[in-house]
């Protein structure tokens, strides 16, 4: 659980600081002149607006960055092109392994 907090808090962090500074200056450039009132519905708006944004890039690059789990990398044969092999996909045995190489006697033959 303390792992998924720590991978929350940074784009949580970067997010609230990036709303900060796009709402500041949205307010003050929004403003038009130092005599007219700072615009805060527009610096909330955009504030709003940079921290959702922020946050789901952050999150969509934190999904893409998760390496695979120690077993997917193993070789299962899953991926494995038939059309290499001599006589296709029919002739493995239960663990993927090619089941000769057609100098064995008839009884090795699987068809």
């Given at each position: 659980?303390?792992?998924?907090?720590?991978?929350?808090?940074?784009p949580?962090?970067f997010?609230?600081?990036?709303?900060?500074?796009?709402?500041?200056?949205?307010?003050?450039?929004a403003?038009?002149?130092?005599?007219?009132?700072?615009?805060?519905?527009?610096?909330?708006?955009?504030?709003?607006?940079?921290?959702?944004?922020?946050?789901?890039?952050?999150?969509?690059?934190?999904?893409?960055?998760?390496?695979?789990?120690?077993?997917?990398?193993?070789?299962?044969?899953v991926?494995?092109?038939?059309a290499?092999?001599?006589?296709?996909?029919?002739?493995?045995?239960?663990?993927?392994?090619?089941?000769?190489?057609?100098?064995?006697?008839?009884?090795?033959?699987?068809?």
């Amino acid at each position: 659980m303390s792992s998924q907090v720590k991978g929350v808090k940074g784009p949580l962090i970067f997010s609230a600081v990036l709303a900060a500074i796009a709402g500041a200056a949205t307010m003050v450039f929004a403003t038009g002149g130092g005599t007219r009132e700072l615009r805060i519905d527009l610096g909330l708006t955009a504030a709003g607006i940079a921290f959702i944004a922020s946050l789901v890039i952050s999150a969509l690059l934190l999904m893409t960055e998760k390496p695979n789990a120690e077993h997917l990398g193993k070789g299962t044969g899953v991926n494995r092109s038939s059309a290499k092999m001599k006589r296709g996909a029919a002739n493995l045995d239960e663990h993927g392994n090619p089941r000769g190489t057609g100098q064995g006697t008839p009884s090795e033959d699987p068809r």
